[in-house]
């Protein structure tokens, strides 16, 4: 068997890298492909602040009108 380097292990007749520890998890693609979706569908159902956009109407005119001589 041939030196094997710090960090190194032998298997099979291979030399490989030891693994290293992972400190915080890691968001696989298909969780951030979900998120994506979410968002979209959220952004389909509620809108992101369309109503927020439009202006109302300067001057609201009644829906009866009434009499001028009252």
Do not use: C
């Not at 490989?16 to 998890?25: L, T």
């Not at 952004?43 to 300067?58: H, N």
Request: net charge positive; glycine share 12%.
């Amino acid at each position: 068997m041939p030196n094997i380097p710090d960090g190194f292990h032998y298997v099979r007749g291979h030399i490989r890298r030891n693994p290293k520890p992972r400190s915080a998890k890691r968001m696989s693609g298909w969780m951030i492909a979900g998120l994506l979706a979410g968002v979209w569908l959220w952004g389909q159902v509620f809108g992101f602040g369309e109503a927020a956009s439009t202006t109302p109407p300067a001057h609201q005119q009644p829906a009866a009108s009434t009499p001028a001589s009252r």
